[in-house]
C-alpha cells in the first residue's frame, strides 16, 4: 500500500520583523571640580599662559543642580578667566563630542550665568579688550570713595611684592553712587571663595564696603587693583549705640597668604574703636579667619594693662595645686569688668574674648609642661559646659533601681549627686552612650588645645 504524501502548505505573508527599542547610553556625569578650571589674571598677555595656575574655589559642584555634576559631554574642559582690574570673565569651553543620554545635556551657558551673571562675555576677544577699555574701572568705583586708611600699620606683616606706600583702604556706603555696581561685580567672587555666602542686599544703607587697594604706577595715570575687601552692616544697639558686623571678607587668590587679610582686619578694628560703636562681631567665621582674627585680638590683649591684674590672678589660682584631682574645678573665665573693660576699649565682644582669654592664660603659664595636666582640665570644663550648658561641676541625675514587689521596671529613685560624684551603688544605670560622649569630649578638647597652641606659636614668634 503506498504512503500517502502530505500536499505542501501554500506560501504564506513573511513573519513580522521584531523592533528592536533604542535605550539612551546611561550618562554617570562628571563633577563639575572636575573639568572646571578659573583662573584670575591682570594683564591679556597672562591668559592662556602656563604661568599662571589655576586657583581652587570652595566647590563648584554647588552650582550645578542636583548631585553637582554636568551631563551630555565627552572630553569636556572649561576654563574660566576673570579679569582681576575690571572683573570681567570669559568661559573657554571645549569636548570631544555631545551624548543625549538619559539625563540630557547640560545648559553650560546658564550655568555658568548663575555664577557670573553679567561680568561674563561670549568671546575671548571680547574679553581681551577688557583690559585696555576697563582699565579704570576700579578707579572710577572708588572716585568717591572715603580714604580712611593709607600705607603700613604698626605691627602689620605684608610678605609680598607690594609696597605698603601702594595700599590704600576706602569705605563706601553700598547705596553710594557706584558703590552697587562694583559690588555687582565682586559677587561672583563671594560665591566662588566665600564658603557659604550670599550676596548682600545693596538696597540696604547700612551695608559698607571696605576697599583694600593696591595703587601700581604706571606710564599713564596709576593703576588701580582690588586686593581684598569686607562687607560690614552697622545696626542698631539700645538704646543709643551703633554695632559692627563683619559678613564676608575676600581676600584676592592671588594675593592670599601674604598678610593682607590681617592688615585688612587691623584697619576695621582700628575704625570700630574710632567710631566708638558698642562692639565687633563676625558670622560665621571659617576656621581660616578666625585663627587670623584671635591672633590680631591676642596681641591688642597683651599689649591691653587694665586686664593683666585678672591673667595673673587666673594663672595663680590655676598653679596652686593638681586640679585634677579636685572635685569642683574654678571656671577660670574672666571676670565681668575685665568683659566690659575689653568691650568698650577695643570693641572685642564678649563670645570672641572668651576665646581669647584661654590662650591668654596659656602665654601666662611658665613652663607650660608643668601645667598641661591642669590646664587641659580646664579647657575640658569649658568645652563641656559649651556642649551641654551648663557646668562640669554640676549635679547629676541618676537613676537607682529599688527593691519592689509590685513592678520591677517601674520601681527606681532618681536622685541628684553632690559634686558631680557617681554614686557607689552597684545598682545606678550608666547611660550606654557615655563612652561615646566622652570619646568625642576627648577630641573636641583636643581640638580645642590644638588651636591654641597654634595661635599660641604665631603670636610668639611675632
Request: charge should be negative.
Amino acid at each position: 500500500m503506498a504512503q500517502k504524501h502530505q500536499s505542501a502548505a501554500a506560501p504564506g505573508p513573511e513573519p513580522k520583523k521584531r523592533r528592536r527599542v533604542g535605550f539612551s547610553p546611561a550618562d554617570t556625569g562628571v563633577e563639575a571640580n572636575e573639568c572646571i578650571k578659573i583662573y584670575l589674571v591682570s594683564s591679556k598677555e597672562e591668559v592662556g599662559s602656563p604661568d599662571v595656575s589655576c586657583v581652587t574655589p570652595v566647590d563648584l559642584n554647588d552650582f550645578f543642580d542636583g548631585d553637582g555634576k554636568i551631563y551630555g559631554y565627552q572630553g569636556l574642559k572649561i576654563n574660566v578667566w576673570i579679569n582681576s582690574i575690571s572683573l570681567h570673565s570669559y568661559a573657554d569651553i571645549t569636548y570631544q563630542s555631545t551624548t543625549n543620554g538619559d539625563k540630557g545635556i547640560t545648559d553650560l551657558k546658564t550655568a555658568l550665568q548663575n555664577i557670573f551673571a553679567d561680568t561674563i562675555v561670549d568671546s575671548k576677544d571680547e574679553f581681551l579688550q577688557t583690559f585696555s577699555t576697563e582699565r579704570d574701572f576700579i578707579r572710577n568705583m572708588v572716585s568717591n570713595g572715603e580714604v580712611i586708611h593709607s600705607g603700613a600699620i604698626d605691627g602689620s606683616n605684608i610678605n609680598a611684592q607690594v609696597s605698603p606706600s601702594d595700599l590704600q583702604v576706602l569705605r563706601m556706603e553700598i547705596g553710594s553712587p557706584n558703590a552697587g555696581l562694583l559690588y555687582s561685580r565682586l559677587v561672583p567672587l563671594v560665591l566662588l571663595f566665600v564658603d557659604g555666602s550670599n550676596p548682600i542686599d545693596v538696597t540696604d544703607p547700612d551695608w559698607h564696603l571696605y576697599l583694600l587697594i593696591q595703587k601700581k604706577e604706571d606710564k599713564e595715570e596709576p593703576l588701580y587693583q582690588i586686593v581684598g575687601f569686607t562687607a560690614i552692616y552697622k545696626f542698631y544697639r539700645y538704646p543709643d549705640r551703633l554695632r559692627m558686623r563683619l559678613s564676608q571678607i575676600l581676600v584676592l587668590p592671588s594675593f592670599q597668604g601674604k598678610g593682607f587679610g590681617s592688615y585688612l582686619m587691623e584697619v576695621v578694628n582700628k575704625m570700630a574703636v574710632a567710631e566708638d560703636v558698642y562692639d565687633l562681631t563676625v558670622e560665621e567665621p571659617s576656621e581660616k579667619f578666625q585663627h587670623i582674627r584671635t591672633c590680631i585680638d591676642i596681641n591688642r590683649l597683651l599689649a591691653f594693662d587694665p586686664i593683666k591684674p585678672a591673667i595673673d590672678s587666673a594663672v595663680e589660682t590655676l598653679t596652686k595645686g593638681k586640679l585634677s584631682k579636685k572635685a569642683q574645678i574654678p571656671r577660670f573665665t574672666p571676670p565681668s569688668d575685665a568683659v566690659e573693660k575689653v568691650r568698650e576699649a577695643l570693641k572685642i565682644n564678649k563670645k570672641q574674648f572668651l576665646k581669647c582669654w584661654e590662650i591668654l592664660i596659656y602665654l601666662a603659664l611658665d613652663p607650660i609642661d608643668k601645667y598641661m595636666e591642669d590646664y587641659t582640665c580646664v579647657i575640658t570644663n569649658h568645652v563641656r559646659t559649651d556642649i551641654l550648658g551648663k557646668d562640669i561641676e554640676a549635679p547629676k541625675k541618676q537613676m537607682v533601681d529599688v527593691p519592689t514587689t509590685f513592678e520591677a521596671e517601674a520601681s527606681f529613685v532618681v536622685f541628684k549627686s553632690v559634686n558631680g560624684e557617681e554614686a557607689k551603688n552597684n545598682n545606678v544605670q550608666v547611660d550606654e552612650n557615655k563612652p561615646d560622649q566622652e570619646q568625642q569630649l576627648k577630641q573636641l578638647v583636643e581640638e580645642r588645645i590644638r588651636e591654641i597652641k597654634l595661635v599660641a606659636e604665631k603670636v610668639s614668634r611675632r
